[in-house]
């Protein structure tokens, strides 16, 4: 069974920075892709990056870039989230996600709070 494990999430002040982290368990080399969504309070869950398990390719929401950065770690099998510059409609709960042969799995998700 899929396992995931985020933390990292918190109150920050606009321009601020924090790094997310995703610890992954029970997943086999038939992983696609891993990476995070977001949802925020009346809005639909949004894809805001991913990275390929296996050649590190990554992918980003345009409204993210240039402020995100995905990363991994294989040997901790985690993932990493570092956001930059972050902006109050950064707001979400952010989930980690694996897809893998059998669909996505999820983890419980971590607040973060952009605000002053």
């Known amino acids: 069974q899929v396992q995931l494990v985020e933390s990292g999430g918190g109150l920050v002040q606009p321009g601020g920075s924090l790094r997310l982290s995703c610890a992954a368990s029970?997943?086999?080399?038939?992983?696609?892709?891993i990476g995070w969504f977001r949802q925020a309070p009346g809005k639909e869950r949004e894809g805001v990056t991913c990275?390929?398990?296996?050649?590190?390719?990554?992918s980003y929401a345009d409204s993210v870039k240039g402020r995100f950065t995905i990363s991994r770690d294989n040997a901790k099998n985690t993932v990493y989230l570092q956001m930059n510059s972050l902006k109050p409609e950064d707001t979400a709960v952010y989930y980690c996600?694996?897809?893998?042969?059998?669909?996505?799995?999820w983890g419980q998700g971590t607040q973060v709070t952009v605000s002053s």
């Open positions: 996600y694996l897809e893998d042969n059998r669909g996505h799995h």
């Open positions: 990275i390929s398990p296996s050649d590190g390719r990554t």
């Open positions: 029970g997943f086999t080399l038939d992983s696609y892709s």
